[in-house]
């Protein structure tokens, strides 16, 4: 079975400017989760959708957003870009029949804000 | 709210040398628990979780954790280190939702041949 997949691998954009990232979650799973790695340290969380809805909610600005369709994909968006949004972005994909929901990561998108 | 504390950010072993990574959660309520390990340039993999059945839990590669209420921790280990375990570790916690994972800082390991 495909794992999680993420596009794109890497980007660069500059500050100010909007940038999307894509995920698409192990086949059957409902939930996916947005992470924010910072160079050297641990994923943060962002966002948890499951059925469309968000479930939960990191302590991230407003300019950070999400949204998941109905084939479970789902989308990160983050608008007015700064320069410490640079980073790993995961998404995780989880199905929560499974007990203790574990995550399964994708490979992540670089992000490069300059 | 839930957060998980990893004592060390760098662990060196030699190859054949008992591994020790030391995770310490924060919880009012026995929570998930979780490692994981990434390795340069990719995601993050699952090596094992606890979900309150047995409190010893073995994992993927010869890893393994003891989860110790009383302690609050969650230390993973491996009775001989490979090179092919050199990577960064992460302990996680969720709590019985599911809803948000809180990941330590990491701890990078080196195995020194």
């Known amino acids: 079975d495909a794992g999680v997949t993420q596009s794109p691998t890497h980007l660069i954009k500059t500050r100010g400017q909007q940038v999307t990232l894509r995920c698409s979650p192990i086949?059957?799973?409902?939930?996916v989760s947005w992470y924010q790695q910072v160079l050297g340290q641990g994923p943060q969380f962002i966002f948890q959708y499951y059925e469309k809805e968000e479930r939960g909610r990191g302590n991230f600005p407003d300019r950070f957003s999400a949204r998941q369709f109905p084939n479970y994909s789902s989308e990160l968006n983050v608008n007015a870009l700064l320069l410490g949004d640079s980073a790993l972005y995961l998404c995780a994909s989880s199905s929560p029949g499974t007990l203790g929901y574990e995550q399964y990561f994708g490979p992540g998108t670089r992000l490069t804000v300059t | 709210a839930q957060s998980v504390t990893q004592l060390g950010s760098h662990v060196s072993v030699s190859e054949g040398a008992l591994v020790l990574l030391r995770c310490n959660y924060s919880s009012s309520v026995p929570p998930y628990l979780f490692w994981y390990v990434q390795y340069p340039n990719q995601g993050l993999q699952l090596l094992l979780k606890?979900?309150?059945?047995?409190?010893l839990v073995k994992g993927i590669n010869g890893f393994e954790a003891e989860f110790k209420k009383s302690e609050t921790s969650f230390h993973l280990t491996k009775p001989s280190a490979h090179m092919s375990d050199a990577a960064e570790y992460f302990c996680?916690?969720?709590?019985?939702?599911?809803?948000?994972?809180?990941f330590g800082t990491g701890t990078s390991l080196t195995v020194i041949p």
């Open positions: 606890y979900t309150s059945a047995a409190t």
């Open positions: 996680a916690v969720s709590d019985f939702t599911g809803n948000q994972f809180y």
């Open positions: 086949s059957g799973h409902k939930s």
